[in-house]
């Protein structure tokens, strides 16, 4: 028996989610047993070899010229290919927006279960068994798999990666029958985001800010505070439907899902919506005026005060903190 392992790779670089994902097989293969393998579909290597020091035995590399960027036919096909030769009994992907599209289309695929944005996995009795949150997150789900094998994909930055090893993996390459001409739909341009900017579901910190900052143009404030902490900036839904910052800075159950080491919390109520995209978090500070603000709820810090205020204070404070380093 043995783990199987999607491993994400953009532009030519494999993602930081990988490792997490890895790391948990890892400690899961100690208990079920067998090796752990990755499979990754690319236009050529990104330095797989590499990837034996995340705890992976050996990575399948299906090349194609088409998967320089995600091609969701071709990418299922490279899985299924991985996961018919291989036969794992569990196969684990990362819950990032590939992994999101993947999954299910190699589930469906093979018509076995899958269990998504896990918090936690285990086994009982030589069967996995998935914790996930349901409900926006008001309430915790264990799933087992009547089939094998079981998919999984695994939240970011709740999963730990393996300790280094200083081991190198076996590339070993996969044959792949692709054929883009035959696939119903095809990458024609990706349109990436302006540089420099980390992405939510990487980012150790996150500033989130929210309506309570009463226009776009204090969300100055927000920017600042995350520069000095070297953090990402997010925003509730309701400063992204208001047009205050783009989409792809929403965190909450119809944006994104993260779990930072640090997460703030600048004039948001805690809606449950926005709840369920942070409440992992592993810590969690929060400043509103309302002191019976729901966010205050699962916060580990709260600041009851006007953010105006104590947005400014907190970031000259970091700064001065910053400059004794």
């Known amino acids: ?82 996961i018919e030769a291989l036969k794992p009994q569990v196969v684990l992907f990362g819950a990032s927006a590939m992994g999101r599209d ?14 998504t944005d896990c918090t936690a996995l285990a086994a009982d009795g030589g069967r996995l068994i998935a914790t996930r949150p349901v409900f926006a997150g008001k309430a915790i789900q264990k799933a087992a798999f009547p089939r094998s094998p079981a998919l999984a994909s695994l939240r970011p930055k709740v999963f730990a990666p393996a300790a280094p090893s200083g081991r190198a993996a076996a590339v070993e390459p996969l044959a792949t029958s692709f054929d883009p001409v035959a696939a119903r739909a095809k990458v024609v341009r990706m349109a990436a985001a302006a540089g420099g900017k980390v992405d939510l579901t990487e980012a150790d910190v996150i500033v989130s800010g929210g309506r309570g900052l009463k226009e776009p143009q204090n969300f100055k404030l927000i920017e600042e505070l995350a520069e000095a902490l070297g953090a990402a900036v997010g925003a509730s839904r309701a400063a992204v439907d208001a047009g205050w910052r783009p ?47 729901p966010i205050f709820k699962v916060a580990d810090y709260g600041v009851v005060g006007d953010l105006f205020e104590v947005v400014p204070a907190l970031t000259e404070a970091v700064k001065q903190l910053n400059a004794h380093v």
Not at 6 to 31: C, H, K, M, P, Y
Not at 35 to 49: H, N, Q, Y
Not at 275 to 282: E, I, Q
């Open 1 to 82: 028996m043995s783990i199987l392992v999607f491993v994400e790779q953009r532009d030519g670089r494999v993602r930081s989610i990988v490792r997490e994902v890895l790391g948990e097989a890892t400690r899961l293969a100690a208990v079920l047993g067998g090796p752990v393998a990755g499979i990754c579909p690319a236009a050529s290597d990104p330095g797989l070899a590499a990837l034996g020091d995340a705890g992976a035995e050996r990575v399948l590399l299906a090349t194609h010229e088409a998967f320089a960027c995600y091609d969701a036919s071709g990418y299922t096909q490279a899985v299924v290919a991985a």
């Open 102 to 115: 993947l999954a299910p289309r190699v589930a469906a695929r093979l018509g076995v279960g899958l269990a």
């Open 247 to 293: 989409h792809s800075e929403q965190v909450g159950q119809t944006g994104k899902t993260v779990s930072p080491k640090l997460y703030v919390a600048v004039g948001i109520s805690g809606a449950i919506q926005h709840l369920a995209g942070m409440s992992s978090s592993r810590c969690i500070v929060a400043i509103n005026k309302d002191p019976e603000a």
